[in-house]
């Protein structure tokens, strides 16, 4: 069974927000793997173990980008791609499902895995708008997934419950937290890691212009958002305290 | 120039964010002096169009097939993009629910449209739409314009007003062929009770580490009950096993944007404002003076929440008679 896991990475998500010059500031960042392409990328490896077959990581980046990817292959995934150009420095969510797609239909795979949304922008885009460019069904936000004779049994958190889907391979997925529970790389799996085949493609190699990936939302301004206004902790004996409180629920704020 | 509005709707019953839609649509439309077209798609759902209309749409297209019966991406992407194929519209409005997610993405690749997610507020400048879209877990806003032809975008659920307007909307049909999806459900399974879905509640309480057991949530279960809201957890009460993943709010769980969020035994990590920081009104509960949720709440009660909870539950009570 041959996976494509696709990965972004992103700010560690314990990075404080800084705006410089009216973008986010990047300066001493940590970066990481976004939190739910882990979750794909574990999945991949186990699908693997379990049925053979190859797991390649794919990700639209820069140099950096590269350590992400190399940190797949430490956790066990077979060799990486990187797509890397300048023309895709600002790209979007579209722009990354198109050089994505590209490449990966000149691949050969039985499905596709993502993470649900990345912690960056939280838009939840690319695994939906991917599915769609490689015509494929999809299924998002899983926790569980069930693969057997090329047929997938997959369980999407859906709002205020889940439901159970099945289709046919190949498909698209995207992983939910709770899919499984991510390992660490092992010492063997990072010395082993260096050996692997990391490619770096461009858009000429995927044969793609920069007007394939020239962004449809473009962003224009990032602040801060407004800090909201300080509270007040209520005092006194707990039973002024809950008296208190309600009525300022019920009669200033009204929301009770 | 018309403003399409999908209307979700799930299992025959329409979602809370499909009348909010159609209101921020309304407005939008009424701003740019566009017609406001509403596309209702299911099966046997030409009953819910009476509804919609108290939100002033212009015209509702209705689509009825029972191969839209279970919400399937392919087959209600397929009649999303053909009704805006056919009419061209300049703004393409859903909810960022679960369906809205799924569907809008996949609907925008098929169009080669921009699509702007979450927006928590859409600004009509004269002449342009631009959108506003938290990002990085809420800590910072970023402003995007769209500059293919039709522009597509989800809203936040709970943010958008709901507003009500002439009522006099043409309901049509509209029947595109519809594609057989490649995916089929063989299961919905819905959370049991009447309490309302995360993130739609108008009020939630929550609870966190500081209830020192997963028994405290009983106390919790109580003081929603007294106030008919959802029940939500922190990343420390899920990770612990104390519930279940879908109740988190936070960065890595649900977010949410309720009247009254009420915190207890939660410290008020980053990683939990940024699921709740947009609530209208936010209490914390905590018995640690130098937690973080009594500086970020609106109301804090510094106390023990085993005391303070049970205290509040019987006021309400009171007072509710």
């Known amino acids: ?256 | 120039m018309s403003i399409i509005v999908f209307a979700e709707q799930r299992g025959g019953a329409l979602r809370k964010i499909a009348f909010e839609t159609i209101s921020e649509g309304r407005r939008l439309a009424t701003a740019a002096g566009d017609s406001l077209k509403v596309l209702l798609a299911g099966d046997n759902v030409s009953g819910l169009a009476v509804e919609l209309k108290k939100f002033g749409p212009d015209e509702i297209a209705v689509v009825n097939s029972d191969k839209l019966a279970d919400y399937s991406t392919e087959s209600y992407a397929g009649v999303l993009a053909d009704y805006v194929k056919q009419e061209n519209p300049s703004l393409v409005l859903l909810g960022h629910s679960a369906i809205g997610k799924d569907l809008a993405p996949r609907v925008a690749a098929r169009l080669d449209a921009g699509l702007v997610s979450d927006c928590i507020k859409i600004n009509y400048d004269g002449a342009d739409f631009s959108f506003i879209h938290p990002i990085y877990a809420g800590n910072a806003v970023a402003t995007y314009k769209v500059n293919s032809v039709v522009k597509m975008a989800t809203l936040r659920p709970n943010i958008f007003a709901l507003e009500e307007a002439d009522g006099a909307a043409a309901v049509i049909d509209f029947a595109p062929e519809i594609a057989a999806s490649r995916m089929s459900v063989k299961e919905v399974i819905q959370q049991a009770g009447d309490r309302p879905e995360l993130t739609e509640a108008d009020i939630i309480c929550s609870g966190g580490r500081g209830l020192g057991n997963p028994e405290g949530f009983d106390l919790i279960e109580q003081l929603a009950d007294a106030l008919g809201a959802a029940v939500g957890s922190s990343r420390a009460a899920v990770d612990a096993g104390w519930r279940d993943h879908q109740t988190q709010v936070g960065q890595t769980g649900k977010v949410v944007s309720p009247n009254l969020y009420i915190a207890c035994g939660i410290s008020g990590a980053i990683q939990h404002l940024a699921g709740m920081g947009s609530s209208k009104c936010i209490v914390g509960i905590d018995k640690d003076p130098e937690a973080n949720i009594l500086t970020v709440a609106d109301f804090g009660i510094e106390g023990d929440l085993y005391k303070v909870v049970p205290a509040l539950i019987e006021k309400l009570k009171e007072v509710n008679g």
Do not use: W
């Open chain 1, 1 to 256: 069974m041959n996976i494509v896991a696709c990965i972004k990475q992103t700010f560690d998500t314990e990075a404080k927000i800084v705006i410089d010059n009216g973008q986010v500031s990047t300066q001493g960042v940590n970066l990481i793997i976004n939190p739910y392409d882990e979750y794909a990328v574990e999945e991949s490896i186990r699908l693997k173990e379990k049925n053979g077959g190859e797991v390649v990581v794919v990700s639209v980046g820069g140099d950096k980008t590269q350590e992400a990817l190399r940190y797949c292959l430490a956790m066990g995934a077979d060799r990486a791609v990187l797509i890397q150009d300048p023309a895709l420095e600002q790209v979007d969510n579209l722009g990354c499902a198109v050089v994505m797609a590209k490449l990966i239909s000149q691949m050969e795979y039985d499905l596709v895995f993502c993470g649900k949304e990345a912690v960056d922008d939280g838009a939840a885009q690319v695994p939906s708008m991917l599915a769609e460019k490689l015509d494929l069904p999809q299924a998002n936000v899983l926790t569980a997934l069930e693969v057997a004779d090329g047929q997938a049994t997959a369980t999407r958190e859906i709002d205020g419950g889940s439901e159970v889907l099945e289709m046919q391979l190949p498909a698209v997925f995207s992983a939910q937290k709770g899919l499984n529970d991510v390992r660490y790389p092992s010492l063997p799996g990072i010395m082993k890691a260096k050996r692997k085949e990391l490619k770096v493609v461009s858009l000429a190699d995927l044969e793609l212009s920069a007007e394939d990936v020239a962004v449809k939302t473009e962003l224009v301004a990032t602040e801060l958002p407004p800090v909201r206004k300080a509270g007040r902790v209520l005092s006194g004996e707990i039973d002024e305290m809950v008296a208190e409180l309600v009525s300022l629920l019920k009669d200033e704020v009204k929301v009770i």
